[in-house]
């Protein structure tokens, strides 16, 4: 098993560059979550989904959307970026409820 | 609100030394769980250990130990005779639910690194 995978693992952009970061799982989770990891910030929800179909917002959700159109899909978009959306973005799937999450390898984007 | 407080920031040990990293949190929940994770430089996190609010048991696995007590609203994490595969970022977590939806908080983190 994969577990969970992430591409791409590092991407620049220009300011104004949209982007999409694709996120998938194979152990049929029906949870699955967008993180961003900032310096002394820890790790910030940005979007999930509780299932095929769904999505719902996080902590920080501006400037980022999100679809999951297939269970084991989970993407990411960014429409118009910002140098502040520069961040290392984590994927997660898990259980939900109280269960632990599973991380992918993260995403380096640098926003130039 | 909920919230998780790793006051360390980064922590330094020579290895063989015990070192802990130490999480405090704070919920209205009666019900709510907590997590360490360990991130090593390769980026990933790992799930190390999960614990509800109505098991205040210590828990020991080989050199990790997790000491949980609900009187201090801490769960704080020791790894006795540190080893340099220890280094790397610790993050501790809260999951409690709010009308019916789970919240995930982590902390900022604590960084360890464990010289040979």
């Known amino acids: 098993n994969a577990g969970v995978t992430q591409t791409p693992k590092f991407r620049v952009l220009k300011t104004g560059q949209s982007m999409t970061l694709l996120c998938a799982q194979d152990?049929?989770?029906?949870?699955m979550y967008w993180y961003r990891q900032d310096p002394g910030m820890g790790l910030r929800l940005i979007h999930y989904?509780?299932?095929?179909?769904?999505?719902a917002k996080g902590e920080v959700p501006d400037g980022y959307n999100v679809s999951r159109l297939k269970k084991q899909n989970f993407l990411l978009g960014l429409e118009s970026a910002a140098p502040s959306q520069t961040s290392v973005y984590f994927c997660?799937?898990?259980?939900?409820?109280?269960?632990?999450?599973?991380f992918g390898p993260g995403t380096r984007l640098t926003v130039l | 609100a909920q919230k998780v407080t790793q006051a360390q920031t980064e922590i330094s040990v020579v290895e063989k030394e015990d070192v802990t990293l130490d999480c405090v949190y704070e919920?209205?929940?009666?019900?709510?769980?907590l997590f360490w994770y360990k991130q090593p430089p390769s980026g990933e996190l790992v799930f190390l250990i999960r614990?509800?609010?109505?098991?205040?048991q210590n828990e020991i696995s080989g050199r990790y130990s997790w000491n949980f007590q609900k009187s201090t609203s801490s769960f704080n994490f020791t790894i006795t005779a540190s080893q340099v595969v220890d280094s790397a970022v610790y993050f501790c977590?809260?999951?409690?639910?709010?009308?019916?939806?789970?919240?995930?908080?982590f902390g900022t983190g604590t960084r360890l690194k464990v010289l040979a």
């Open positions: 997660a799937s898990g259980q939900g409820g109280h269960n632990e999450q599973f």
């Open positions: 152990m049929n989770h029906e949870y």
């Open positions: 989904s509780v299932g095929e179909g769904t999505t």
């Open positions: 919920t209205r929940d009666t019900t709510y769980y």
């Open positions: 614990r509800n609010s109505f098991d205040e």
């Open positions: 977590a809260l999951s409690e639910s709010d009308s019916g939806t789970y919240k995930y908080i």
